[in-house]
């Protein structure tokens, strides 16, 4: 069964600095493609970030480049998104997801993700 689980939110002020994890089990995880996607109070889902399996392939939407770093740990079967300079309009819930072909490109789209986490909660404020 698949599975991922996140963790690392919490209440960051402004500027400040959080990292979110995702522990993955069920599958082969470094055969898949991962993403980052989030979803703040009263928005739909937004992409946030992906990176391929071999973890050398990153990609961001405009709102967080130069902000946040995707990687993964494929002996570890993790996930995770460093998030630096965090202003408030990065309030959400993060979810981790896997990509649903193996070895695919990366994708911007959450439909093309399957398999979800249940979501860490990030609080940007002062």
Excluded at 11 to 33: D, E, I, K, M, N
Excluded at 111 to 121: D, N, R
């Amino acid at each position: 069964e698949v599975q991922l689980v996140e963790s690392g939110g919490g209440l960051v002020q402004p500027g400040g600095s959080l990292r979110l994890s995702c522990a993955a089990s069920g599958f082969t995880f470094s055969s898949y493609a991962m993403s980052w996607v989030r979803q703040a109070p009263g928005k739909g889902l937004e992409w946030v970030s992906a990176i391929n399996s071999g973890g050398d392939g990153l990609t961001y939407v405009d709102s967080v480049k130069g902000r946040f770093t995707i990687s993964r740990d494929n002996s570890k079967n993790t996930v995770a998104l460093q998030m630096n300079s965090l202003k408030a309009e990065d309030t959400a819930v993060y979810y981790c997801a896997r990509q649903n072909r193996p070895y695919g490109s990366t994708s911007r789209s959450p439909g093309e993700y399957g398999y979800w986490g249940q979501g860490t909660q990030v609080t940007v404020s002062s």
